[in-house]
């Protein structure tokens, strides 16, 4: 399966002057022309542009959302596979054997608990408190 790692840039707001360029849409085609090529020799291949929102802090309490415009490129990642942790089958109908995991030489059983759990008390009271209600009705 091909994995793939993304980077995400902010589109270009103005346009760029170049030679034999006149126009504002033009100017603004020509620096998203050049954003594209410089990302493309880079390795990454442009995959959609977006409109996402974007909160923003304004004054000392408040907030604004702003929208903001991306540029969504992905490239190929080489995933880097050990070839002897890889095992090729003999015949093709048959399936890879699963691998022993390596863990400890000797497996030891817990040492046995030296004395006896107690048991919380029944009552979260202290033991002055203990005695009976009707007892101290008498005092």
Known sequence: MQRYEYK?????????????????????????????NQMG????????????PSEERTGLTGSATNW???????????????AASVATPA???????AQPI????????PAPIAEEAKDPPLSLKGSE???DPSE????
Do not use: C, H, M
């Not at 015949?91 to 054997?97: I, K, S, V, Y």
């Open 8 to 36: 995400v840039v902010p589109a270009p707001q103005k346009g760029t002057k170049a030679k034999g360029v006149k126009t504002p849409e033009g100017r603004f085609a020509n620096s998203i022309e050049q954003l594209l």
């Open 102 to 109: 390596p863990g400890p030489e000797e497996v030891k059983a």
């Open 41 to 52: 020799k880079d390795g990454w291949e442009y995959q959609r542009a977006e409109l996402l």
């Open 68 to 82: 903001r415009n991306v540029l969504v490129f992905r490239r190929a990642v080489e995933i880097e596979i050990d």
């Open 91 to 97: 015949a093709e109908d048959e399936a890879p054997l």
């Open 136 to 139: 101290k009705s008498k005092e």
């Open 129 to 131: 408190e203990e005695t």
